[in-house]
């Protein structure tokens, strides 16, 4: 970053050269994939032009997605995500879905206990008055990139114990012989707030999918009910469809 590269730039207005120097100094790896960029101020210095221009050329690449802003921290050069294609048709888990792309998967913990549950789990899972629910809430990871945060609802007949959950919920239910065999998804459009921005390494507002999932035995009593919220520049989510009459 200087003052002969921001020249060297092109033509058009200071915020766009220098967005442009930044673009450069990405691409050529001047600037590395996780890097924090220099503070506002040291890069208004070493170009010569305003903070005014700075902020705009950044607040640009954060839209872009090519730098992410974390509160408290600064900014950042983004890591590129490798996108992950999923069937809409399939009842997998996470573990299964990333161990068959050939990708290792873990959790972060951020809460498993045993609660009184809210009517909405009381009336998702059909629970009987007095009965408990397992609340557990993560932070999935796939080849070490955060990929969604899940908190997932079980009912406490099913899985009296969350602690017995070390890393897949549905071999833990398997386990047990109450491993769902059927679910209802629901996907919606959401802007990342700025928690979970954190927590998945995106800037606030960056696009999101908010997923429920609410999934069932044989007999069809409701196991789980699982909030998530997935990266949108990270996952696609496909469907089949066959003509209807
Ligand atoms: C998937 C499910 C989630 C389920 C989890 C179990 C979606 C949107 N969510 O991530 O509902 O609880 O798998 O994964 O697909 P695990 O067995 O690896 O813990």
Redesign the pocket.
């Known amino acids: 970053l200087s003052l002969e590269r921001l020249q060297a730039a092109g033509t058009g207005p200071l915020y766009v050269k220098l967005r442009r120097t930044l673009e450069e100094a990405v691409r050529a790896g001047t600037l590395g994939h996780g890097d924090a960029l220099p503070p506002e101020r040291d890069i208004a210095e070493l170009a010569a032009v305003s903070r005014v221009t700075v902020r705009k050329a950044i607040d640009e690449l954060v839209a872009d997605g090519l730098l992410v802003r974390r509160h408290g921290s600064g900014t950042f050069v983004a890591k590129p995500v490798s996108k992950v294609e999923?069937r809409l048709s399939q009842l997998?888990?996470?573990?299964?879905?990333?161990a068959r792309r050939g990708m290792s998967?873990r959790?972060e913990w951020l809460h498993k206990g045993i609660h009184t549950p809210s009517p909405d789990e009381m009336m998702i899972l059909g629970l009987a008055a007095g009965l408990k629910v397992s609340r557990?809430s993560?932070l999935?990871i796939a080849d070490d990139q955060p990929l969604?945060i899940?908190n997932?609802s079980v009912s406490g007949e099913f899985l009296p114990d969350p602690s017995a959950?070390t890393?897949?919920?549905?071999?833990?239910?398997e386990r047990l012989n109450v491993r769902p065999v059927r679910?209802v998804?629901r996907?919606s459009a959401t802007n990342m707030k700025e928690a979970d921005a954190q927590l998945l390494g995106v800037s606030v507002g960056a696009a999101g999918l908010s997923?429920?999932?609410i999934?069932y035995l044989g007999s069809g009593r409701a196991v789980?009910f699982?909030r998530?919220l997935?990266r949108g520049d990270a996952y696609d989510f496909v469907a089949e469809l066959t003509i209807g009459v």
């Open positions: 999923q997998t888990s996470f573990t299964e879905d990333m998967s959790s557990l993560r999935r969604a899940e997932a959950v890393n897949s919920l549905y071999a833990e239910l679910a998804q996907i997923i429920e999932r999934s789980e699982t998530s997935y």
